[in-house]
């Protein structure tokens, strides 16, 4: 036996724990962890130290499966039969089945989580779920979220009463998800949220020769000075792969927690998607979509981590500002991530939905041709008549941008919307001449169908595979962690979420594919100032122009 000395992830906890009670408020927190940090029996032995210390204290530890629950159930039961002579008459608890009944009133309950009502019934001081994001996995017919809150709705928010929740990441949806993305990345409020990755774990680091962290520390010094080639030879020396000499650079990881890593992933048959789901690097990749992903996750998170460009701007809508178009900056609907740059070619997807509280979203996509990045979005629940008013706004605003909205479902009433402002639009047949006859439904808009959808989201999911365009949105990107294949072979997003921006994103790529390609954009250099006529003379040999084609954008002939 041996005395439980918290670790550096238990201690941070702990202490925050301490700063709460000390200030009078509830304790509340969540925890994203990598696999076999002791989560569990830190929580097991705070609950187990209040009961036997106050009077009165009922705690409860809700498990995900019957035999976690009994396997949990051995900890407390071991502190119990092993409590110091000098306290154990007084502390030592009754034990019944998995529970621990002590003479002051207090008790420790262990239950597996249940229906709606499990935790109906009683008022607890504390309660623990262990392992939330697989609830979502194991349920059925009801909702792991609305199962949690029978647990916890009965804890009093006062001050002396304790929530807390952690697991490995599952889902990106579901319970875990939702509240430990609120808690992490919302205002601050009353839940505090941990992550802790593997990196800086002892056990999960191979022990290496001095020789090995001199080369290690080298490969950094080289690739800090912009010297790529030689650091990625010494991780060729090394065995890593491309993707774990990025990450060695990105998370400044030891070689033997590369080596580590590798390892790990190998008795996981090489299933490195599994391996970041139970030992994250970061929070955004820890969440992995269940079931085979349509996008690629790796690139996903890599997109989610980088910041907005330093010309983000945010606004409820577009209006007419005099013979000018500007953004109201009061609201959040419209995210501005670039402005129009003169000369550039737009396209504007837009997919339509009724607006309602309750359905769907009515994204807008404004996509740049030559930059291959969205450059702004409307993300929010809008009638289809005021989505068509915006999406025009933004294509004009846009250098008259390519509109393509989506005529399915309540896409007629947007369409029909954008034929009264007559702005032109995506036409299905566009070599096919107009005329009287031709009804105006089947001659705008794209027609989502079984076999187009398909060819769309193919289209994407090539743009992401092959990292050439650039996603600012996190709306988006939200959207396709939670986008899958079911079990019919069908690319749809999972229970509870949506595909709103992901669908006017593909219609932006389709039109990108079908059009002639823009032109390419050219950019006045300055003129050079040369030392001697010799060195004119030279540069004007060589052929240099006044003007060329932009080293960034380039042509897309």
Known sequence: MRPFILNREQEMVVSWMEEQERAGK????IILKARQLGMTTLAMAIWFHLCVFRDLI???????????????????HLMNSNLPSVIAPRCEAKKVRLNLY????????????????????ATPTAVHATELSSWDILRVQSEA????????????LVAGTYLGCESTAGMAAGSMYSRFIDAHTGPPGLWKSFFFSWKGVPKYCLS???????????????????????AKKIADGFGYSQIWFERAIEYDLLVGEVQWAIAKVREMSGDLRRFDQEFPLSWQDAFVAGGRPVFEQDIIGKWDRQDLPETALMGSHLYMKGNNIALNPVGADWTVYVPPRDHHEYIVGVDCASGVKDGDYSPIIVFDRHTREIVAQMYAK??????????????????????????NNHGYACVKRILELNYPMHRRHPNRELSTQTPWSEAFGFMTTR???????????QAVRENSITVWSKELITEMRTFVYNQRGRADHMGGRHSDAIIAT?????????????????????EEEYDSDLQRWRAERRGKKKSSPHPRLGSFA
């Open 451 to 461: 076999s187009t959808r398909q060819m769309i989201i193919d289209t994407l999911a």
């Open 102 to 121: 002590w003479e002051n009133g207090s008790w420790l309950e262990l239950t597996t989580q249940g229906g709606e009502e499990g935790g109906r019934g």
């Open 145 to 156: 979220e609305k199962v949690l809150q029978g647990y916890f709705s009965p804890v009093n």
């Open 26 to 29: 509830p304790v509340r927190f």
């Open 382 to 407: 809008m009638p289809p008549d005021e989505t068509a008013d915006q999406a025009v706004l933004a294509a004009k605003w846009y250098n008259s941008a390519y509109l393509i909205p989506e005529i």
């Open 208 to 230: 290496v020769s001095k020789e090995d962290q001199e080369k290690d520390a080298l490969m950094k010094l080289h690739y800090k000075k912009g010297n790529a080639a030689a």
């Open 506 to 526: 593909c219609l932006c790529l389709y039109a990108d594919a079908i059009r002639t390609p823009p032109e390419p954009l050219f950019y006045e250099k300055q």
């Open 58 to 76: 009922r705690c409860q530890v809700v498990g995900h499966r019957q035999e976690d629950t009994r396997k949990i159930s051995e900890m407390p």
